[in-house]
C-alpha cells in the first residue's frame, strides 16, 4: 500500500504540489518502506536523499505541521537505527540533537496528538536503547492518555496501549 502511495504521488506530477496531504503522505509512505526495507534497497531507491527533501518542502509552507515535524524526527532516529550515529551523522546529516529538535518542535505546535508521542517514544528507543526506557513509557503513557478526536486517533491509542503494554512487561522481566 505505501508503494502505492507513492505510485500515485509520482503519477500526480506538478498537482501533488497542491495538496499537502498528497505531499505529506508521499514523505510517509517512503520513510515507512525506509523503516523496513534493507539499507541498500533504500539506497537504491534514493530514499534518503527524497524523504528530508520533501519534508524540507512541506516544513518551508508550514514550518509548525506537526505530523511532518514529527515524521522528520522519525527519520532522523530511523536512520540512526539502521546505520548508527556516526555513520548517520557524517552520511546523512542525522542527529540525536536534531531529532530531539524535531519531536520538541512537534510538541510546542501540537502536543495532543497520540502518534507523535508513540512515535517519540519509538524514536528513544531507536536512538538510545534502554538508557531512555523510563522517557520512552512516559511518552506512551501520554498518548494513552489522549482522548482520540477521530477514528485513526482511536487507532493510535489503541496501537500505544500495545506499545506501553510491551513495554511494561519488558520493564517487569528486568
Known amino acids: 500500500l505505501l508503494e502505492e502511495v507513492i505510485s500515485y504521488t509520482d503519477q500526480a506530477g506538478p498537482l501533488l504540489n497542491a495538496d499537502p496531504i498528497a505531499q505529506f503522505g508521499r ?11 534493507p539499507v541498500p534497497v533504500v539506497l537504491k531507491r534514493g530514499y534518503t536523499g527524497e524523504i528530508p527533501k520533501e519534508l524540507d518542502a ?25 546505520v548508527g550515529k556516526l555513520v548517520g551523522r557524517m552520511t546523512y546529516g542525522v542527529s540525536a540533537d ?25 524514536a528513544l528507543g531507536y536512538v538510545y536503547g534502554d538508557d531512555q526506557h523510563e522517557k520512552a513509557l512516559e511518552q506512551l503513557r501520554k498518548a494513552v ?26 520493564t517487569a522481566q528486568r
Open 58 to 82: 512541506i516544513l518551508a509552507e508550514r514550518p509548525n505541521q506537526p505530523f511532518a515535524l514529527a515524521l522528520y524526527g522519525g527519520y532522523q532516529a530511523g536512520v540512526i537505527r539502521k
Open 27 to 37: 514523505a510517509y509512505a517512503k520513510a515507512r518502506l525506509a523503516e523496513e526495507l
Open 145 to 170: 492518555a489522549i482522548k482520540p478526536i477521530n477514528a485513526m486517533e482511536a487507532l493510535e491509542v489503541a496501537r500505544a496501549k500495545q506499545l506501553l503494554k510491551t513495554a511494561e512487561e519488558q
Open 98 to 122: 536534531q531529532m530531539e529538535q524535531y519531536f520538541a518542535r512537534s510538541f510546542r505546535a501540537s502536543d495532543d496528538l497520540p502518534i507523535g508521542h508513540y512515535e517519540y517514544a519509538n
